[in-house]
Each structure stands twice: as structure tokens, then as C-alpha cells.
């Protein structure tokens, strides 16, 4: 009998209980250990065999036979995001979402390809939004179509299916933002200008918590080379001011944006040429 | 002068427990019966295979008895106090554990007064516990002759603890897995709390996962039966660890629950080595979150297990970072063990050496790959030592496949190479908790399929008898922590 044989009749028996049913004959090594030890009752030898049996089991772990191996997504020759990139977009989807949709398209129109420990949650994350669920599949390549064959559970649902045209047109454009006209007039001007047209309105309280709304929308939308001086005017806000709080806050948005951004700077010149996502 | 029927009352927890006291106190199912000035004692003989050892401290009024009743009086004390108001007691001499008890009680008498009667108010503590027993830090520390008498009784209670968990084994095994019983949450309940009276801790940590299995699968006999023979196999070793080899002597009274002093750990001699750390996997038992930190020494090629825990609020152990390598003095505990304390670090981590590092011929700063089988063996040579393992560290270059599992009739994955295919655990099965926390909301296979896209990666892997789990993935230049992580509602941030 060999060790697998003994242990599906120890599990039978075991079902039963010794009282109605005695434990199996034991031969082999199992058996002479068993037989050499003192057992007053068959409880107590079912009892050592059981112990005895799952010890050589488990010393003899055994594999399983081989599988066939999955047939792989085709290769994408774009360079993966470097991992502060990574480490950002998560700091993002937690703290700063209003910036996701110009990460993810900065990473696509730059030529970079989507970490692959990201994929699963951009894709969960989007199952209800075409829109950037399409962008999620360009930025992650082959890879997210080939992760939702294989895992249903990161399937779009009834919302999030495929594209339609107008739908596809805004793959590369940021959504508009909720911004007033008077702060509007913000974007076009320099980053030491917003910074301080916030700071002057954080201070002498005309700008106040209920803004905060529209001011993330100006920072996240403005031009990228202002925002060094954004977070500085604004970090410089004195804090013993009411408004050193929101001021800190937003100018935390500007340094995440600046850095957002540095950290996708394009590929070398080696991966840039081979890293064409607008076509796919 | 001998008690009378309104002051055993008095002292019972309630009228029902004298009741239940009264069919016990029968001479003739006693032995060894006998009362001085201070103290009553005798054995008495159930159903049980071992006699329960009964004594009272009728001066100081305190109670001691080796049956796994938490009620204090328990009901064999109270018949010895009946019968010695019925003049059915014979005067003697204490012998033995009796005496010492009698003798320590009288002791801590003369220090403290009147004190003794306020730490023992009925239900106050467990059956076999007196004012020894407290836990640390509550007093001062006791005398050198205190401590080894504590120690002594610390051993008796374990062994007792052990006794009784072989008893209810052997009723499992005759009444069998079918039985109503192992429905019951009492069952596993009162096992596990006796066994914590016990100081067998890790014994009742087990029990208390057992119970999760009852049922829990369409091959819960299997895996409920396998573990009641390990149990059988650790409690026969704790009961005979006189005779066993030293270093498995070791190994079978720390997984029983013996405590080892983190001071006596770390005065041991050291493991230096280059540390990789290889994985992590946060587990919640009971109301402590664990934390494992699986460390491979580059030099040794021996792993290492570091453990942390959390309660409520708490938080867990955030220095080692998976991914990363530490020059470090690692001190095991006791025995063959896996389990280590980091002492001093002779250098801050460093980031794991790249792949094109390692092939310029510096070492590596990863687990080294290996084919299925070759994980499979290592993970059987640490079983040999210590059968009752439920988690095993190894290494592996493998992929994820997709198979027919014959037992369940249904698909599970798995990761496989060409000399075999080990089972991946599937995390919403009964003994792993799904992933929580924000960072690992992602199950282990998904993760796995996006980080390898189906072909081999060098894995550090944790064997469980019912499947591997994943913990980090090795990739070119990094490794990406995939390990299931610690509810953060839980645990405080660190």
C-alpha cells in the first residue's frame, strides 16, 4: 500500500471514528513504527498512523505534473514607466485624482508603457469610464486586453464597453474642468502671478476653503512651467495666516504635477523611436 | 477546624457548582486523600485517563486542581472541602507538588497578609493558577527559588495542557469527522482555552484555525485530519521532551507555546550574513495581526523567518523592505528553527543588485531561481525537521498555468515549469484572509499574470499544505512586494 493509498483509507475511517470502524492494516515502515510503539486502543494507533502518514507526506511534498504554459500577450517595445512614475500615479488615484487623466495621457503621448503592477487596478478602477479605460488599454499595450481574457473579474462592465467615435476623439484631451471666468483668466499668465494672486486671497480671506474646488482645477490646468513657482509663492504663505492651510494644500498640488511630469519626461532617444502609441 | 456547609457555599461560584460538587464527594473515588492545618489534597479518579490532583489552602482560602474546569472552585475542590466537613478526610502529610504549592502559598502568606484573599475572588483566574501565575510585570519579579518554583509549574500546567489535548484528539478520532460536535463552536472553544490556561498558546492558536476548516471545503476531512495528527505528533513530543534530541526538544516546546525570552535569543550566537529580504505576508490570528519577513542569507543560502505583531492600532514592523538586502547579525531561536530576531545591522539595506550586476559576477541580491522540483525538495528538508511547519519559504522561476484540480473538480492556477506545477492558494478559501488594504487589493494571481504576462519570473513563494502563496515577484532590477498585507484599518501606521 503506499503512503497515498494508507492516507485515503486514514481519511475514510477517520470520517466514520473509530468506534464503528477499525483503522486500516498498516505495512511498510508506517506500519513498524506504528507496531513498535505501545497503543492500548485503536484510537491512539489511528492516531499515530495519522501523525506518521501526514509527516512523510508533507517531508515528500511532490509537484503536481507540468501544465501547458499560457500563450504570452504580443511584446511591446515601449519602455515601461520608471517606478517614481508608478509610485506617483498611486499617490494620485489617492490624493490628487483631479490629476490622473494628464498622467496617464502624458505617459501615452510620451511613449511610455504602463508599469505592469498597475494594469490590474487601472483597469479595475475604470470599468465604468470608456474613455479611460481605452486609454488604460493603449498605455498598458497588448498586456490589459490579453490580464482581461485571463481574469473576467477586470472585464468593463455595461458603461465601460467599447468606444464610440467621439468617445475615441477624447482619448488624448483632457477633460475641461470646472473653472469661473474670473479665474480663468489665471491660466494664461505666469506661475508667479496665480501663485500670488492665490496667496493675496488665502491671506486677506476673499479666497477661503469653499474655493479650494476651483484653485485645484486652476493649478491642475494651468501651464506646467509655472507651477515651480506656484508652490513656492504659496508655501511661502505665512503660517500663522487662515489661509496657510489651503495655501500648503495647493501648493502641494503644484509640486505634484511639476514632479508628475518631470518623472515622464520623454524615453532616450533609443526607446522614443520605437515608442509610437497613437496608433495602436 | 473543618468548613461548614455556609462557608463552602460561601466560596462556590454558585449553588449549582456545590450541586455538581456533591456526586464527587465519594472517598471512594478518591486516593490519596489527606488534610493538614493548612491544606487538603487528593486525587481523584473520573472518566479521564489521568487522575485530576486536587488541593485547597482552607487557611489562605485558595484552590489548585489539574482538571480543565475554569470555574474556580472547580467542582473537585469543592467535594474535598464537602468531605472534610463530613469528617471523611484523614489527617496527613503533603507530598510532593502539594507541598510546594502548600508551602508557597504559606510563604507569600507571611509576606502579604491579608492580601492573598483580595487576588482571589471566585472566577478571578484559571483553575490551576494561583498567585505564582500572575502574569509578568505585574509584581515585582520573585525570588530565584519563586521563579524555578513557577517554572516547574509553568512545565506541569503545559504537560497537563497536553495530556488533555491528546484526550480530546482521541475522542475526535473515535467519534470521527462526521460527528455534530465539530459543528459546535464549544468544541474548539473550550479546548483552546484550556490550552491557553495550559501556556500552549501556539497549540490554541492552531485548534482555533482548525476549527476555521470544519466544512469549509469539499476536502475539509482531509486537511482537518492531517492537522489532528500533527497536533497528536506535537503533543506526544511535548510530553516526552526529556527524551528527545535537543535541538528537536527545542523546536516542539517553542511551537507548543513555551516562551523564550527575546533578551536569551539575542545573547545567542550570531548568523551574520547578507540578508536578502525575499518576501512578506501580514495574517491575522485571532485579534494580533503577523507579520513574516522571509530573509535568505546570500552566503548560507538558509532562511530565516522574522516575525512582528500588531494589535488594535498598532503597528507592524516597516524596516525591512522587501526587495532589499541587510548585512546583518541574525540570532535564531532555539532548536532548528526558522524564527530570528535581527540584532545589530552592519549596514543600512541596500538596493538588491541588478540583474546586469549579476552578471558581471557580484552576487546576487535575490533568491535564486530554481525549477519546481528543486523548491519542492527544499521545502520537504525543512519539513523533516519540523513536519508541523504550516509555512515554508522557498524560491522558484516559474510561470502561472492554469489547470484542472482533480480533488475540487474545478480550474485553479497554478505556477509550473517544466518539471511540475505547484497550486496556487486561493485567497478566498478558508484559511487565508483576502487581501486587505489598499496596496494589495489585488489578488496574488492577477498580479502575477500582469507582472509576468504568462512567461517564468523568479518568485519568492510561501508553502502552505494547501497551496503556495505568492509574495514578491523578481524582476529585472526590482522586485515588486505582492504578499497579502495587513487590513490598514487594523494596524496603525508604523
Known amino acids: ?280 | 477546624m473543618a468548613w461548614s456547609a455556609e462557608q463552602i457555599e460561601s466560596v462556590a461560584s454558585s449553588a449549582a457548582a456545590v450541586t455538581a460538587a456533591h456526586p464527587v464527594a465519594t472517598p471512594s473515588r478518591w486516593r490519596d486523600l489527606g488534610a493538614d492545618e493548612r491544606v487538603l489534597w487528593g486525587s481523584f479518579h473520573g472518566s479521564g485517563t489521568e487522575p485530576y490532583d486536587t488541593a485547597v489552602d482552607h487557611i489562605g482560602v485558595g484552590f489548585r486542581c489539574t482538571c480543565p474546569s475554569r470555574r474556580v472552585p472547580c467542582k473537585h475542590a469543592l467535594a474535598l472541602l464537602i468531605m472534610w466537613s463530613r469528617e471523611q478526610v484523614p489527617p496527613g502529610v503533603p507530598v510532593g507538588e502539594t507541598d510546594r504549592w502548600a508551602q508557597r502559598r504559606a510563604e507569600r502568606a507571611s509576606h502579604h497578609g491579608d492580601d492573598e484573599h483580595d487576588g482571589h475572588e471566585p472566577d478571578a483566574t484559571p483553575a490551576t493558577t494561583d498567585v505564582d501565575d500572575d502574569p509578568p510585570g505585574r509584581d515585582d519579579p520573585p525570588p530565584v527559588p519563586d521563579r524555578d518554583a513557577a517554572r516547574n509549574e509553568r512545565v506541569e500546567k503545559m504537560m497537563e495542557g497536553l495530556t488533555e489535548l491528546d484526550r480530546w484528539l482521541d475522542d475526535r478520532i473515535r467519534t470521527g469527522l462526521a460527528d455534530p460536535a465539530l459543528a459546535r463552536y464549544s468544541t474548539w472553544d473550550d479546548l483552546a482555552a484550556r490550552l491557553v490556561d495550559a501556556q500552549a498558546g501556539s497549540l490554541a492558536n492552531r485548534i482555533r484555525r482548525l476549527a476555521g476548516l470544519v466544512g469549509a471545503t469539499p476536502t475539509w476531512h482531509d486537511d482537518v485530519l492531517a492537522e489532528l495528527g500533527l497536533l497528536h505528533l506535537l503533543s506526544q513530543a511535548g510530553r516526552r521532551l526529556g527524551t528527545l534530541p535537543a535541538p528537536l526538544a527545542d523546536a516542539v516546546a517553542t511551537t507548543v507555546g513555551w516562551h523564550v525570552r527575546r533578551a536569551d535569543v539575542l545573547a545567542g550566537v550570531p548568523d551574520t550574513d547578507r540578508w536578502v529580504v525575499a518576501g512578506r505576508s501580514d495574517h491575522r490570528e485571532d485579534r494580533i495581526e503577523v507579520r513574516r519577513h522571509w530573509l535568505r542569507g546570500e552566503r548560507s543560502g538558509r532562511w530565516a523567518l522574522v516575525l512582528s505583531f500588531a494589535a488594535y492600532q498598532q503597528s507592524l514592523d516597516d524596516s525591512l523592505v522587501v526587495g532589499t538586502a541587510i548585512h546583518a547579525d541574525l540570532h535564531r531561536y532555539p532548536g532548528p528553527a526558522l524564527r530570528a530576531l535581527v540584532g545589530t545591522r552592519h549596514a543600512e539595506p541596500a538596493a538588491t543588485i541588478f540583474r546586469e550586476e549579476a552578471d558581471a559576477g557580484l552576487p546576487i541580491g535575490q533568491p535564486p531561481g530554481q525549477t519546481i522540483e528543486d523548491a519542492s525538495a527544499e521545502v520537504g528538508r525543512m519539513l523533516v525537521a519540523e513536519p508541523w511547519l504550516d509555512r515554508v519559504p522557498t524560491s522558484v522561476t516559474a510561470a502561472v498555468v492554469h489547470r484542472r484540480d482533480h480533488r475540487t473538480a474545478g480550474d485553479t492556477w497554478s505556477i509550473g515549469d517544466h518539471t511540475g506545477s505547484l497550486p496556487i492558494l486561493d485567497r478566498r478559501g478558508p484559511t487565508e484572509a483576502a487581501p486587505r488594504g489598499a496596496s494589495s487589493d489585488v489578488d496574488p494571481v492577477t498580479m502575477l499574470l500582469a507582472l509576468s504576462g504568462g512567461r517564468p519570473v523568479d518568485l519568492t513563494i510561501e508553502w502552505t499544505p494547501h497551496g503556495i502563496v505568492p509574495l514578491a515577484v523578481h524582476l529585472d532590477g526590482r522586485t515588486i512586494d505582492i504578499g497579502p498585507r495587513a487590513d490598514s484599518s487594523f494596524v496603525g501606521a508604523a
Open chain 1, 1 to 280: 500500500m503506499t503512503v497515498d493509498e494508507l492516507w485515503s483509507e486514514l481519511v475514510t475511517t477517520s470520517l466514520l471514528g473509530t468506534d464503528r470502524r477499525d483503522p486500516p492494516a498498516l505495512d511498510g515502515l508506517i506500519g513498524e513504527l506504528v507496531a513498535d510503539s505501545v497503543r492500548p486502543n485503536p484510537s491512539a494507533r489511528m492516531l499515530t498512523a495519522v501523525g506518521a502518514c501526514v509527516a512523510v507526506r508533507r517531508a515528500g511534498v511532490q509537484p503536481a505534473a507540468p501544465a501547458d504554459p499560457l500563450s504570452p500577450p504580443a511584446a511591446d517595445e515601449r519602455p515601461e514607466c520608471v517606478p517614481a512614475a508608478s509610485d506617483r500615479w498611486r499617490h494620485l488615484t489617492s490624493s490628487w485624482p483631479v490629476l490622473e487623466d494628464e498622467w496617464m495621457i502624458t505617459l501615452i503621448s510620451r511613449g511610455w508603457r504602463l508599469a505592469p503592477e498597475l494594469v490590474p487596478a487601472a483597469l479595475r478602477r475604470h470599468r465604468r469610464d470608456r474613455v479611460r479605460r481605452a486609454r488604460v488599454f493603449v498605455a498598458a499595450g497588448p498586456l490589459a486586453a490579453w490580464l482581461v481574457d485571463h481574469v473576467p473579474e477586470l472585464a468593463a462592465n455595461a458603461s465601460g464597453g467599447s468606444l464610440t467615435p467621439t468617445a475615441r476623439e477624447q482619448l488624448g484631451e483632457l477633460p475641461e474642468l470646472p473653472i469661473p471666468p474670473e479665474l480663468t483668466v489665471l491660466l494664461d499668465r505666469s506661475g508667479a502671478e496665480i501663485g500670488g494672486f492665490i496667496a493675496v486671497g488665502v491671506e486677506d480671506g476673499s479666497l477661503a476653503h469653499a474655493h479650494r474646488g476651483v484653485l485645484v482645477n486652476v493649478i491642475a490646468r494651468c501651464a506646467p512651467d509655472g507651477l515651480a513657482d506656484i508652490a513656492d509663492v504659496l508655501g511661502a504663505v505665512d503660517s500663522r495666516s487662515s489661509g496657510h492651510a489651503l495655501a500648503s494644500v495647493l501648493a502641494d498640488l503644484a509640486t505634484t504635477r511639476r514632479r508628475m511630469l518631470d518623472e515622464l519626461g520623454r524615453p532616450d532617444a533609443a526607446h522614443a523611436a520605437s515608442a509610437s502609441v497613437t496608433g495602436r
